[in-house]
T-cell receptor, first 117, second 113 residues
Framework: AQKITQTQPGMFVQEKEAVTLDCTYDTSDQSYGLFWYKQPSSGEMIFLIYQGSYDEQNATEGRYSLNFQKARKSANLVISASQLGDSAMYFC??????????????FGAGTRLFVKA | KAGVTQTPRYLIKTRGQQVTLSCSPISGHRSVSWYQQTPGQGLQFLFEYFSETQRNKGNFPGRFSGRQFSNSRSEMNVSTLELGDSALYLCASNLGLAGGEQYFGPGTRLTVT
């Protein structure tokens, strides 16, 4: 069964510092996609970054980068230069079924990030 | 380009009633997925539609159903509501290709009393 594990229920980081949010996954699929989403207290899910299982380069989007280690089945999110507005819930997700055409996305339990001034 | 829209945003229903939620994807997106978010269970996949066909389904009872129209808009229906169905229901759209981003709507907050 597919599974996403986020082991950090909550984390604190000082403003302007970098922070790494951990995510490990388990799948028998060879083709899959990995995502990170941010969910502020308003409830909206904001797409941050995507990494395909066959992508050799780590994905980057502005201050966000995804540290993809396929052999270890980990997809950690790195946020550089944290800002107060980064305080939110962060979800790691995996999309499987890419070869069959029936996409199913599974989410981790999330990590709540608090950025301190 | 307009984002994913969901209506209604808030809904209060009574046990035993049924409810229909609507989702309009980003223009050009042909895949719509639905998720249920609760404090206890987190985010759980309900189903995914592409070109009016359900391609995948999560582990939810048959009371949860959905459909997609030719313009890619999607609806989900929950019949015989239970207290445990109270949740934030999120839909997300993407192009329908194997990879790429999936964008979420603001969600519908359903409260069952």
């Amino acid at each position: 069964a597919q599974k996403i594990t986020q082991t950090q229920p909550g984390m604190f980081v000082q403003e302007k510092e970098a922070v790494t949010l951990d995510c490990t996954y388990d799948t028998s699929d060879q083709s899959y996609g990995l995502f990170w989403y941010k969910q502020p207290s308003s409830g909206e899910m904001i797409f941050l970054i995507y990494q395909g299982s066959y992508d050799e380069q780590n994905a980057t989007e502005g201050r966000y980068s995804l540290n993809f280690q396929k052999a270890r089945k980990s997809a950690n999110l790195v946020i550089s230069a944290s800002q107060l507005g980064d305080s939110a819930m962060y979800f790691c997700a995996m999309r499987e079924g890419l070869n069959t055409g029936g996409f199913k996305t599974i989410f981790g339990a999330g990590t709540r990030l608090f950025v301190k001034a | 380009k307009a984002g994913v829209t969901q209506t209604p945003r808030y809904l209060i229903k009574t046990r035993g009633q049924q409810v229909t939620l609507s989702c309009s994807p980003i223009s050009g997106h042909r895949s719509v997925s639905w998720y249920q978010q609760t404090p206890g269970q987190g985010l759980q996949f309900l189903f995914e539609y592409f070109s009016e066909t359900q391609r995948n389904k999560g582990n939810f009872p048959g009371r949860f159903s959905g459909r997609q129209f030719s313009n890619s808009r999607s609806e989900m229906n929950v019949s015989t509501l239970e207290l445990g169905d109270s949740a934030l229901y999120l839909c997300a759209s993407n192009l329908g290709l194997a990879g790429g981003e999936q964008y979420f709507g603001p969600g519908t907050r359903l409260t069952v009393t």
